[in-house]
């Protein structure tokens, strides 16, 4: 149900008069680390205006109320067997109008469990309206740790460059993460920021990752094989490349979409020669996007060292990560990231998240400044809804800009580019 004309103001019990001060001193942060902002970012931070409380008219030119031009996020969600209904509730989680999102069970999931999330994107009646949801029918095999996975998100990429050309920035998540902030927190810190800022955690310091990742050869049976199964080992290693550098790090991003047109489209062969390079990669993930954008020299500083994860590891590390309980609620707040992972199956520390960060019940979407519904009139406040423009941020959205503020600090940021 659509109300028309919505004019949705910050609250200011959520969002206090300091943080305007702190946006503007993220602003000349930025003009400083950055050495300059790019035209592509749209955004006039001479307009900025601390009383000003409405983003209108972004899907078309500046913004009337002289506030910058709103992203957009193309969202990848995937799992695998099972994890139909941890998908559901991932997408309700970081729902906004504004965004894109394509949901991918793999090839182990039943055609039911497929079928039955696809139901969900086409009769919930608010995704009906904005059309922006999309469902992989013809589902990918994934094997964990093989190039497979590389594969399945450069064709969510394809489609989205295809599907909808408007959106500035890629994220993937996988059924096991959580946002820790809504969407409005995530689309105003990121309003202010140059479009071609990449976020991806990296390294070339690889340590024993040379010896257990990039030196051993393998092969993905999923490239060839309607079955799951393990990758393959050969005998022979492989010296280390000499054309280009090795760069390692978190398998979670947030890639411009400028980046990932080069990847995908490439009038360079370098993206092309590291695919097939890691295709007999173990972990590609945790490599290709990484070994690309930093040997390019168009792409190598716009890096920014940082997957915007809270993750959790054990000391010495071990394969996985340390699953998230109420234990780490403190920890994953106070750090500023706006995604965590992972966490156990409707593992309590989840309603938490919902509760005080998110303001979220049970099968609603988040609520954000589009959602102007009465909540004490209908179950769901987003259910009747208004402009995808208008966005109400909270609290939570200062922490997301101190972390933005520290990793865009210029001893951090240029130090830690492609290192």
């Known amino acids: 149900m659509k109300r028309t004309q919505p004019r949705i103001c910050f609250d200011r019990k959520w969002f206090p008069p300091l943080i305007f001060g702190s946006v503007l001193s993220l602003i000349l942060l930025l003009s400083v680390s950055l050495g300059r902002v790019k035209s592509s970012s749209s955004t006039d931070f001479s307009r900025f205006d601390p009383k000003s409380t409405v983003y209108e008219s972004n899907f078309g030119s500046e913004s009337r109320s002289g506030l910058p031009k709103l992203p957009r996020f193309a969202y990848m969600i995937s799992g695998t067997k099972g994890d139909g209904a941890r998908l559901r509730r991932v997408l309700q989680a970081v729902y906004h109008p504004r965004n894109y999102y394509l949901l991918h069970l793999d090839l182990e999931a039943s055609d039911a ?31 964990y740790k093989g190039p497979t996975m590389i594969a399945s998100t450069l064709h969510a990429i ?7 050309k408007d959106w500035d920035w890629f994220i993937n998540l996988s059924a096991s993460d959580y946002p820790l902030m809504s969407q409005d927190d995530l689309l105003h810190i990121f309003s202010y920021l140059p479009r071609d800022l990449n976020f991806l955690e990296h390294t070339s310091n690889i340590g024993w990752k040379e010896y257990q990742r990039a030196r051993p ?15 393959f080992w050969a005998k022979e290693k492989r010296v280390m490349p000499a054309s280009f550098k090795l760069f390692m790090g978190s398998a979670w991003v947030v890639l411009t979409k400028s980046f990932l047109e080069f990847c995908v489209w490439g009038w360079d062969n370098l993206p092309r020669t590291l695919l097939m390079y890691y295709t007999n990669v173990l972990s590609s993930p945790e490599g290709y996007f990484h070994t690309v954008i930093c040997n390019h020299k168009d792409y190598q500083n716009t890096t920014v060292n940082h997957d915007l994860h809270y993750i959790r590891w054990d000391n010495p590390p071990k394969q996985h990560p340390i699953t998230l309980t109420v234990e780490h609620f403190n920890d994953m707040v106070n750090s500023g990231a706006p995604f965590a992972r992972k966490f156990a199956k409707d593992d309590p520390v989840l309603n938490k998240i919902d509760k005080e960060l998110l303001k979220r019940l049970d099968g609603q979407f988040t609520p954000g400044g589009w959602c102007v519904g009465n909540s004490a009139s209908v179950k769901d406040p987003c259910v009747v809804y208004g402009s995808p423009n208008s966005i109400k941020p909270t609290i939570n959205s200062r922490r997301l800009e101190k972390l933005i503020v520290k990793l865009l600090d210029f001893e951090n940021f240029r130090s830690k580019q492609c290192k």
């Not at 039955?116 to 994934?142: D, H, P, R």
Request: zero cysteines; hydrophobic letters at 45%; proline letters at 2%.
């Open 113 to 143: 469990e497929r079928l039955e999330l696809a139901k969900y994107a086409k009769s919930e009646a608010v995704i009906k309206e904005f059309k922006n949801v999309m469902v992989v029918g013809k589902a990918n095999l994934v094997t």
């Open 217 to 231: 050869i393998i092969i993905d049976p999923g490239l060839y094989h309607s079955k799951k199964s393990g990758v």
């Open 158 to 164: 394809s489609i989205f460059l295809k599907q909808a």
